[in-house]
Nanobody, 120 residues
Framework: VQLQASGGGLVQAGDSLRLSCAASGRTFSMGWFRQAPGKEREFVAAISWSGGSSYYGDSVKGRFTISRDNAKNTVYLQMNSLKPEDTAVYYC?????????????????WGQGTQVTVSS
């Protein structure tokens, strides 16, 4: 399984961005993580295979929304009200189980990352 993340860029505080992650093979639950320079990888959001369950990190709740289109094998991360502290490389990940998880070690496949930079 290969994951291709896209949609990152440079925006101003308060703007919105939508990240996409296209999977080349069949995947089940998927998630987004991010890593800022000098910091550990942080959980952002995850969604179950059916899309019926989703989870968010505390720092993004109410601002970010994860969704998926199984017909396109793609997961999305809609990011609204962006803040400078959201600046990071965003990685999508997939695991071979239907239930979503919030820990990075639970994921089997990782994309290459897409840079999101939010200026103040």
């Amino acid at each position: 399984v290969q994951l291709q993340a896209s949609g990152g860029g440079l925006v101003q505080a308060g703007d919105s961005l939508r990240l996409s992650c296209a999977a080349s093979g069949r995947t089940f639950s998927m998630g987004w993580f991010r890593q800022a320079p000098g910091k550990e990888r942080e959980f952002v959001a995850a969604i179950s295979w059916s899309g019926g369950s989703s989870y968010y990190g505390d720092s993004v709740k109410g601002r970010f929304t994860i969704s998926r289109d199984n017909a396109k094998n793609t997961v999305y991360l809609q990011m609204n009200s962006l803040k400078p502290e959201d600046t990071a490389v965003y990685y999508c990940a997939a695991r071979s189980y239907r239930v979503a998880e919030v820990t990075a070690s639970a994921y089997d496949y990782w994309g290459q990352g897409t840079q999101v930079t939010v200026s103040s």
